[in-house]
C-alpha cells in the first residue's frame, strides 16, 4: 500500500478531529451535546458526518480500486503515472510496476535537465539548438510510446488467472497444456521486463547526450549528426519507426 494514501488518510482524521474539537469546545460555538435539544442535534449530526467522513476516505483511499483510463486516453505524465500505479496491487507485477514509476520521474527530471542546458548554451532559433530539443523530445516520445505498450499489456493480465495456472497440477490438465498456459503468462511478464530494460537504455543515451553536450566548447550544426550519443540515439528512433500501439 502506497504511504502517500495513509498520509492523506491521516490528514482527513486530524482535519475531521480538528473540526470536531473546535465546534463541540465549550465556550466557542455554544454547541454541547447534553445542552438544547438543537445543541445536542447539531452536536450529534457533527459526530455522525465525521464518522461517515473517516470511513468514506479510508474506503477509497485503501480499499477502493483505481479506474484504469483507457490506454489511448493517457495523455499527461501524471495520467500515465496514475495509469501504471494501479498495477501495483497486483504482487507479481508490483517490483517492476515500481521499477517502471521511478523511470517515469527520471525521464522527466532529465528531459527538464537537457532543455536548461541547451537554453543556457544556444539561442533557440540556432540549428544546434534545434536538432538537439528535437532529439529530446523524439527520445521521450518512445519512453512514453514504451510505456503504452506496456499498459496495454497490464490491462490483460489476469492476477486470479495467473495464480490458478502457477499452481496447477498435472492431474488436472496435461503437463503440456500446463505449461503452454505457463508460458503465455511467462511472455507477459518478459514482455514487461524487456519494456522496462529498452526504457533503462533510452534513460542511459539520455545521460551519454547530456555529457556530450557539457564536454563539447564548440561545433557546427553538420557535427551534431556524428555524435556518438545522437547515432545511437537515432538507431533506436529507427527501429521503432514502424512500431504501433
Known amino acids: 500500500m502506497s504511504t502517500s494514501k495513509y498520509i492523506k488518510l491521516l490528514v482527513i482524521i486530524a482535519a475531521v478531529a480538528a473540526l470536531d474539537i473546535y465546534v463541540l469546545s465549550p465556550g466557542l460555538l455554544g454547541i454541547t451535546i447534553g445542552g438544547t435539544a438543537l445543541s445536542t442535534a447539531i452536536g450529534v449530526t457533527l459526530l455522525l458526518a465525521s464518522a461517515l467522513v473517516i470511513i468514506y476516505g479510508s474506503y477509497a483511499l485503501l480499499f477502493k480500486q483505481p ?128 519494456s522496462i530494460g529498452t526504457n533503462e537504455e533510452i534513460l542511459l543515451k539520455l545521460d551519454k547526450l547530456l555529457l556530450e553536450i557539457s564536454r563539447l566548447d564548440s561545433f557546427e550544426p553538420g557535427d551534431i549528426e556524428n555524435m556518438p550519443c545522437i547515432q545511437e540515439i537515432d538507431s533506436l528512433i529507427k527501429q521503432t519507426k514502424f512500431y504501433k500501439q
Do not use: C, G, W
Not at 495456472?165 to 505449461?179: D, G, H, N, W, Y
Open 67 to 194: 479506474v484504469v483510463l483507457p490506454v489511448k486516453e493517457i495523455a499527461t505524465h501524471e495520467e500515465y503515472v496514475e495509469s501504471l500505479a494501479a498495477y501495483k496491487r497486483i504482487k507479481v507485477l508490483e517490483e517492476d510496476v515500481d521499477v517502471s514509476l521511478e523511470q517515469l520521474d527520471r525521464i522527466r527530471k532529465k528531459k527538464d535537465t537537457l532543455l536548461n542546458v541547451l537554453d543556457q548554451r544556444f539561442d533557440a532559433s540556432e540549428l544546434s539548438y534545434k536538432k538537439f530539443a528535437s532529439v529530446t523530445y523524439e527520445v521521450e516520445k518512445l519512453f512514453y510510446l514504451n510505456i503504452r505498450s506496456m499498459l496495454s499489456r497490464l490491462q490483460l493480465f489476469d492476477e486470479t488467472e495467473f495464480k490458478r495456472v502457477m499452481t496447477q497440477k498435472p492431474a488436472t490438465f496435461s503437463r503440456e497444456l500446463i505449461q503452454a498456459k505457463v508460458d503465455v503468462y511467462n511472455d507477459y511478464l518478459s514482455y514487461i521486463k524487456s
